[in-house]
């Protein structure tokens, strides 16, 4: 018989070395373990290519797609798609160069390619001098004047370049052309996928000394030409609740992502097993508490509530907090 699924799960985070990396993640955060380059950090995963191990509690040691597998929908929720597969994956992202120009597909032109669909968002933790983000095609571009700016390694031109500071959001829908501009710390919620095809690598070669591999046709094959770019995003509407402000942030069709102005001690009662609650602490101190277990989550850090959990508490520790809560 499976163990009642209704206690806060923490991972231990898989570490990424790209090339583009920097080592933020482990100044900021104050983490040990990391690459010397340390390009992303899969907070909250199970993904074949780097699924998150529980670091605490009674499930200490399990993978995450183990526990989809065995407790389906009392972890992910009646919302999943497939209620044995965790749907999503939480990252944060140090650019400290710029990533590719890259697309992913998405749930509609994915089988052209043989990839995973991706749609993400991004949160812009902490930005250096300069920094920005791309997204998205400057009006007028056309698959032929695509091709040519490729060809003279002047696509930068063809994309919607944004100025970003911390706090902001943008959401990136499967099939938009993008990047992650020098400077820039994010956190990203994403479908869960791996697949990202590299339109442009800036003219830059690789550790051997090569151009970086390109995927060239398959990023014209997933191209949504129909897509805008996308505005910034600051805030969306407040809800309070006592002392303590909810702001919207994101919702599509695979994930609602609000902000909480933790104030003061918040509880809040679930039902139906309709979806996981992913949190992560961009400031402040919060401690997290479900099923007769609290967890600690000082900046930077992240936590999974199963769907089976019928009420948490979140109190700040130290005053306020601020923490990004993502949903089915």
Known sequence: MNMPLCTPLVFTPVYKDNLWGGQ???????????????????????????PGTVSQGP???????????RYGADLTGTRAPDPAVFPLLFKIIDAQKALSVQIHPNN??????????????????????????YAGLKTGTTPESLRQALANGTIDQSLVKLDVQPGEVLFIPGGL??????????????????TTYR???????????????????????????????????RNGAAQAEGPNTWFDLVSCPYFTMRRLALAGPLTKRLANNETFHAFFTVSGTAALTAGGETVTLP??????????????????????????????
């Open 24 to 50: 933020r993640i482990a100044a900021r955060y104050g983490r040990t373990g990391t690459p010397a380059v340390c390009a992303e950090s899969w907070e909250i995963s199970a993904h074949p290519a780097g």
């Open 59 to 69: 499930f200490t040691g399990l993978r995450l797609d183990e526990l989809a597998r």
């Open 108 to 133: 509609a032109n994915a089988a052209a390619t043989g990839g995973e669909p991706k749609t993400e968002m991004w949160v812009v933790l902490d930005t250096e001098p300069g920094a920005a983000l």
């Open 177 to 194: 052309v993008h990047a992650i501009g020098a400077g820039c710390l994010i956190y990203e919620v994403q479908q869960s996928s791996n």
């Open 199 to 233: 339109f442009f690598d800036w003219n830059r070669t690789g550790p051997d000394g090569k151009p970086r591999t390109l995927h060239v046709e398959e990023s014209f094959k997933t191209i949504d030409w129909s897509l805008p770019p996308p505005a910034m995003i």
């Open 299 to 328: 900046a930077g850090s992240s936590a999974l509530l199963p769907a089976a959990v019928s009420d948490f508490t979140v109190t700040p520790i130290g005053g306020s907090a601020e923490l990004l809560v993502t949903t089915l």
